[in-house]
């Protein structure tokens, strides 16, 4: 059974698409402006393109994208103007509209055909997410579609093996080291108490069953829920146990082969999905979790806060995220799992060592759990806490903390920054 006719272009507002080509470099809107009244009659179903005009009209917006993605990768991504990512979200889209109007006037369509080209539309459309910027005048274009599509594609999901990810919480020791100090624990603060106790202190706290009504805690053990949600889509990981080893890389993968390569099965190289802002990308996943009312505090005066950035840390045993602080203030709610993080105040910055690169200025070089004294003779002078994360607990990192998180088993993390 075929999916329904042009899916994509429901969703489309071909008015303030055309004004989105003003913001194209002109060495794409020369290639790409001619198409657009082309596919807005023919998703009227007002016109009827040849296969001929089709398949020229894909070699041409490959050619766009291939452009777009060497100057994507020619330098530092800051530096990429933001023309050419604008350029890349809407080449992508005009390829999936493409690829949807092929499709269904394909004569000789299958079950199999289907499912290939939704998976191709679904991965574009990612590309799409990852890699350019929402286009002006309709930010969120991009993520409906793909979510509109995934819902469509998800009656094809199959079973994986695994049912649940296992985690065997017995053996997770949570030994205080002798040489480090605990961080003081709280259940349900209440907001006042939360700002005058932990907030304005700048103190680092764990906060206890604050995070019942999550419900992450219960479904995202559930291999096959997830694989539903989100086993389609593309994803960034990387790939090594830590950031600041030589050998460590990033790659785009489906989720699906994610939890298939690293979750259920132990492969020899450690891929983690981290700092990744799944729940924008995938909104379905965003309703099993809640902004924590504590995220309504603001370090800026007279100032409206501002909605805290989310992310997603999901990876078996052993990732480690090294000594590094961040500027802003830090919930970290560990969903399910065990992480082990140690924490020195920004105050014993000077005996970290931190990296003399702007790459890793916020970086360390001591590890705390390997601290070589030869080297970094001032380590020793850092006062250090130290705490073990469980499911259900949320971590206040205070902003330029310094932090060192190791998962202990498979684990799920969702941090909330803001200022």
């Known amino acids: 059974m075929a999916f329904e006719a042009y899916i994509t272009t429901e969703l489309i507002d071909w008015i303030l698409l055309k ?37 020229k009209s894909l070699i041409r917006i490959e050619a766009c994208l291939d452009r777009t993605w060497q100057l994507l990768n020619s330098g530092h991504w800051k530096d ?19 690829l949807e109007i092929e499709h ?3 004569k000789e369509k299958s079950t199999d055909t289907e499912i290939q080209v939704l998976q191709e539309i679904i991965q574009q459309i990612d590309k799409g997410i990852l890699l350019g910027a929402p286009l002006p005048n309709k930010p969120p274009l991009l993520t ?7 819902n469509h594609y998800t009656k094809f999901v199959r079973s994986l093996n695994a049912k649940k990810i296992e985690i065997d919480y017995s053996k997770v020791s949570q030994l205080l080291l002798p040489e480090f100090l605990q961080i003081n624990r709280y259940r349900i603060p209440s ?3 939360f700002y005058k106790d932990i907030f304005i202190p700048k103190v680092p706290a764990i906060i206890t069953d604050s995070m019942k009504h999550w419900n992450a805690l219960h479904l995202w053990q559930d291999i096959n829920y997830l694989n539903k949600i989100a086993g389609s889509r593309t ?9 600041t080893e030589e050998d460590w890389s990033q790659d785009l993968i489906t989720f699906s082969e994610f939890l298939q390569s690293h979750i259920i099965k132990n492969t020899p190289k450690v891929g983690y999905l981290a700092q990744h802002q799944l729940f924008d990308q995938i909104p379905e996943l965003k309703n099993d979790i809640v902004v924590p009312d504590y995220c309504s505090f603001s370090d800026k005066e007279d100032s409206e806060v501002e909605p805290p950035d989310i992310n997603a840390w999901f990876g078996p045993a052993g990732t480690v995220s090294p000594l590094h602080f961040d500027i802003k203030n830090n919930l970290l709610c560990q969903v399910f799992g065990y992480k082990r993080i140690f924490l020195y105040d920004s105050s014993d910055s000077i005996n970290l060592y931190p990296y003399d690169t702007k790459l890793l200025y916020n970086t360390a070089q001591v590890d705390p759990l390997k601290p070589d004294y030869i080297k970094w003779p001032d380590f020793k002078k850092a006062k250090g806490f130290m705490c073990y994360l469980g499911p259900g607990e949320m ?15 498979p684990s ?5 920054w803001w200022t």
């Open 412 to 416: 799920f993390s969702v941090s909330f």
């Open 395 to 409: 971590l206040y990192i205070p902003p330029n903390w310094w932090h060192h998180v190791t998962a202990l088993t």
């Open 104 to 106: 269904e006037q394909n």
């Open 191 to 193: 907001m006042e108490s």
């Open 144 to 150: 409906s579609i793909a979510s509109k599509i995934n």
């Open 80 to 98: 990429v103007p933001l023309s050419y990512r604008y350029s890349y979200s809407f080449c992508s889209l005009l390829k999936v509209i493409l």
């Open 235 to 243: 994803v960034p990981i990387e790939i090594g146990s830590r950031y």
């Open 19 to 55: 004004e989105d080509l003003k913001y194209l470099p002109t060495e794409i809107e020369v290639h790409v402006a001619p198409m657009i009244d082309v596919l807005q009659r023919v998703s009227m179903q007002k016109l009827e393109r040849t296969t001929n005009w089709i398949n």
